[in-house]
T-cell receptor, first 113, second 111 residues
Framework: SQTIHQWPATLVQPVGSPLSLECTVE??????LYWYRQAAGRGLQLLFY??????ISSEVPQNLSASRPQDRQFILSSKKLLLSDSGFYLC????????????FGPGTRLTVL | QKEVEQDPGPLSVPEGAIVSLNCTYS??????FMWYRQYSRKGPELLMY????GNKEDGRFTAQVDKSSKYISLFIRDSQPSDSATYLC???????????FGKGTTLSVSS
């Protein structure tokens, strides 16, 4: 069966510090991968999605970036965090074909102080 | 007009009640519809998946899609305290494209 992991689970970072969040998927090949941010009262905001290694699409302009160095690994990064980057970051995956259903990871709660 | 509208609640019901959660949407091209349940500080988990119009039932949960009205519903029968969570609707026009989510409705079921 497929499993999706995210780490860390919780992170507190000062403004201006760098960020690296990691997501890995097990039990599947060539998944589509997604990064979302969930802020209170604002719902799920799609940040990035990837259909393959090195293929990243950005949905919103911001100081975040994403990379996919391996088939089942998706990384969210920032060089300098802003207060507004605080939120709950969720990674999700779908099979390449056949379904639109997205499966979510456990999330990373980021607080920028 | 936002693409997907969902009343944030909170919605409070007694145990055993029938719960109705709803979303409206504006894009007539949407044809894939999902409901997710999210417990506090956890990732969303898929509850129901429906393609096009009609009803789908799974245990105490029924998902209903009315494409003519651009309206989807999730019914929970015999609600339990363990159903207390935020429920998110999601939809898309094509398989493989990004989902559009509602903001979620917070449900509280009291024993």
């Amino acid at each position: 069966s497929q499993t999706i992991h995210q780490w860390p689970a919780t992170l507190v970072q000062p403004v201006g510090s760098p960020l690296s969040l990691e997501c890995t998927v097990e039990g599947t090949s060539n998944p589509n991968l997604y990064w979302y941010r969930q802020a209170a009262g604002r719902g799920l905001q799609l940040l990035f999605y990837s259909v393959g290694i090195g293929q990243i699409s950005s949905e919103v302009p911001q100081n975040l970036s994403a990379s996919r160095p391996q088939d089942r690994q998706f990384i969210l990064s920032s060089k300098k965090l802003l207060l507004s980057d605080s939120g709950f970051y969720l990674c999700a995956w779908t099979p390449t074909r056949g379904t639109d259903t997205q499966y979510f990871g456990p999330g990373t709660r980021l607080t920028v102080l | 007009q936002k693409e997907v509208e969902q009343d944030p609640g909170p919605l409070s019901v007694p145990e055993g009640a029938i719960v109705s959660l709803n979303c409206t949407y504006s894009n007539s091209a949407f044809q894939y519809f999902m409901w997710y349940r999210q417990y506090s500080r956890k990732g969303p988990e898929l509850l129901m998946y429906t393609y096009s119009s009609g009803n789908k039932e799974d245990g105490r949960f029924t998902a209903q899609v009315d494409k003519s009205s651009k309206y989807i519903s999730l019914f929970i029968r015999d609600s339990q305290p363990s159903d207390s969570a935020t429920y998110l609707c999601a939809m898309s026009a094509q398989a493989g494209t990004a989902l559009i989510f509602g903001k979620g409705t917070t449900l509280s079921v009291s024993s």
